[in-house]
């Protein structure tokens, strides 16, 4: 069966210092991989997707990038963060586009 | 752009009752229909999806339907629990598997 981790599950972080969140999914090839960003108490708003290895689209402008170095692993990064970039993030995959999503266990980012 | 609404944005109910959320969008021309449950701190886990050219979905007490020419569709449960205490959230899916996802009801069933 198909397996997502996502790590941390949490992480406070100071101004200006750099982040990576990683996301791995097991048990399957070539998923459909995106990052999402939950504030509190709305839904979720997608930030990234990938279709393959290198192939990242980005969906709001913001101080976040991401990368999918390898099938089956995606990675969530800042050089420099901001408060603003506080908030619930979630890794999310699916087999192909537009199939039932499966989600990770997220990562409370918090900025001080 | 695709805006997803659902209402009521916090729901109370005894147990055993059965119950109805709604979501509500405003582009018809949507791949599928998903419905996730996220539990306070949590991923989120899915409950139904509806394909495009489908009308409903049941799994266990949850039924969802999907109408797309008044753009709405709902969760029903039946026979609440405690134990479904939690957010709804639903999310439609457009091209290239980008996902709006509403705001969520949070549901509290009281025993």
């Known amino acids: 069966s198909q397996t997502i981790h996502q790590w941390p599950a949490t992480l406070v972080q100071p101004v200006g210092s750099p982040l990576s969140l990683e996301c791995t999914v097991e048990?399957?090839?070539?998923?459909?991989l995106y990052w999402y960003r939950q504030a509190a108490g709305r839904g979720l708003q997608l930030l990234f997707y990938s279709v393959g290895i290198g192939q990242i689209s980005s969906e709001v402008p913001q101080n976040l990038s991401a990368s999918r170095p390898q099938d089956r692993q995606f990675i969530l990064s800042s050089k420099k963060l901001l408060l603003s970039d506080s908030g619930f993030y979630l890794c999310?995959?699916?087999?192909?586009?537009?199939?039932?999503?499966?989600f990770g266990q997220g990562t409370r980012l918090t900025v001080v | 752009k695709q805006e997803v609404t659902q209402i009521p944005a916090a729901l109370s109910v005894p147990e055993g009752e059965n119950l109805v959320l709604n979501c509500s969008f405003t582009d018809s021309a949507i791949y599928n229909l998903q419905w996730f449950r996220q539990d306070p701190g949590k991923g989120l886990t899915s409950l139904l999806l509806i394909q495009s050219s489908q009308r409903e979905q049941t799994s266990g007490r949850l039924n969802a339907s999907l109408d797309k020419s008044s753009g709405r569709s709902t969760l029903y449960i039946a026979a609440s629990q405690p134990g479904d205490s939690a957010t709804y959230l639903c999310a439609l899916s457009t091209n290239a598997g980008k996902s709006t996802f509403g705001d969520g009801t949070t549901l509290t069933v009281k025993p």
């Open positions: 999310a995959w699916s087999l192909q586009v537009n199939t039932e999503a499966f």
């Open positions: 048990g399957t090839s070539n998923p459909n």
